[in-house]
């Protein structure tokens, strides 16, 4: 049996499929009719931006891509208008990116197909076996002749596993009409991956009188995406976040508290 490489199989097919799925509808960066930034300082970005959509019948899932891995999903406020068409019921980040390393490991317990070439008429077969352990690119599988270990480049996977994009997606279960309508939806978050700080180069003039200031801001984005056309703010100083824990005399405190408490019913 002729077989397609296996490059074609994990680069050209997830590409189609992950980001296809029959339940949901995919809106991307081409969509946005507004984006501002308003970077602080020490990791911490607010972003806001607009997409335009088009409702399906029956559409209930949103896939909205081209956001940064390092967003902070429960930071998330998501809006659409108009609001008795579309209507924000939930949201999941999905982290899980597509690779040879992922669909391994969740082919595990799983029969997948071992790529076997003739030596002498350079002829694929395909031989089913089943998938006992992952490690990386290298499996442990059960085959016909006994328990082997393979690569990724000899297997043949039959199905993506579920929850596997080829990027970082938030996914927004939408309650929805039934009519088909255009609408916009508002996303508001903070995420890492943005950092500015000022450089000042100043010069004296001849009589030593006078300085000439000039002043650059240095902006880099390693967030993961681009952020084209978008409005900037920059705002200095450190920011007041909340710190989790308790500190140790509160901790102690609890302890004590909860050793001399009821247990619940």
């Given at each position: 049996?002729?077989?397609?490489?296996?490059?074609?199989?994990?680069?050209?097919?997830?590409?189609?499929?992950?980001?296809?799925?029959?339940?949901?509808?995919?809106?991307?960066?081409?969509?946005?009719?507004?984006?501002?930034?308003?970077?602080y300082?020490?990791?911490?970005?607010?972003?806001?931006?607009?997409?335009?959509?088009?409702?399906?019948?029956?559409?209930?899932?949103l896939?909205?891509?081209?956001?940064?891995?390092?967003?902070?999903?429960?930071?998330?406020?998501?809006?659409?208008?108009?609001?008795?068409?579309l209507?924000?019921?939930?949201?999941?980040?999905?982290?899980?990116?597509?690779?040879?390393?992922?669909?391994?490991?969740a082919?595990?317990?799983?029969?997948v197909?071992i790529?076997?070439?003739?030596?002498?008429?350079?002829?694929?077969?395909?031989?089913?076996?089943?998938?006992?352990?992952a490690?990386?690119r290298?499996?442990?599988?059960?085959?016909?002749?006994?328990?082997?270990?393979v690569?990724?480049?000899?297997?043949?996977?039959?199905?993506?596993?579920?929850?596997?994009?080829?990027?970082?997606?938030?996914?927004?279960?939408?309650?929805?009409?039934?009519?088909?309508?255009?609408?916009?939806?508002?996303?508001?978050?903070?995420?890492?991956?943005?950092?500015?700080?000022?450089?000042y180069?100043?010069?004296?003039?001849?009589?030593?009188?006078?300085?000439?200031?000039?002043?650059?801001?240095?902006?880099?984005?390693n967030?993961?995406?681009?952020?084209?056309?978008?409005?900037?703010?920059?705002?200095?100083?450190?920011?007041?976040?909340?710190?989790?824990?308790?500190?140790?005399?509160?901790?102690?405190?609890?302890?004590?508290?909860?050793?001399?408490?009821?247990?619940?019913?």
């Amino acid at each position: 049996m002729a077989y397609r490489p296996l490059a074609a199989l994990l680069f050209l097919l997830p590409l189609a499929i992950a980001d296809s799925r029959a339940d949901e509808q995919a809106t991307t960066a081409a969509d946005r009719t507004g984006l501002s930034l308003t970077v602080y300082q020490g990791n911490l970005t607010l972003v806001s931006e607009e997409r335009r959509i088009t409702l399906r019948r029956g559409t209930d899932r949103l896939a909205v891509v081209d956001v940064p891995p390092a967003i902070m999903p429960q930071t998330v406020l998501a809006t659409g208008a108009p609001s008795d068409i579309l209507r924000v019921a939930g949201q999941v980040f999905e982290t899980g990116v597509l690779s040879p390393e992922a669909i391994l490991a969740a082919s595990v317990g799983q029969t997948v197909e071992i790529i076997r070439i003739n030596p002498v008429t350079g002829v694929e077969t395909l031989v089913p076996a089943e998938v006992l352990r992952a490690n990386g690119r290298e499996a442990l599988v059960r085959i016909d002749d006994g328990i082997r270990t393979v690569n990724t480049r000899q297997i043949a996977f039959g199905a993506l596993p579920a929850g596997l994009r080829a990027k970082p997606t938030l996914v927004l279960d939408l309650a929805a009409g039934t009519t088909v309508a255009s609408g916009h939806l508002a996303l508001r978050y903070l995420t890492g991956g943005l950092n500015w700080q000022t450089n000042y180069v100043a010069e004296l003039n001849e009589d030593e009188t006078a300085v000439q200031l000039a002043g650059w801001v240095s902006l880099t984005n390693n967030s993961g995406v681009p952020f084209d056309n978008t409005g900037l703010r920059l705002v200095s100083g450190a920011i007041n976040r909340e710190r989790s824990g308790f500190s140790p005399r509160a901790k102690g405190a609890m302890i004590q508290a909860m050793a001399v408490a009821d247990a619940p019913a």
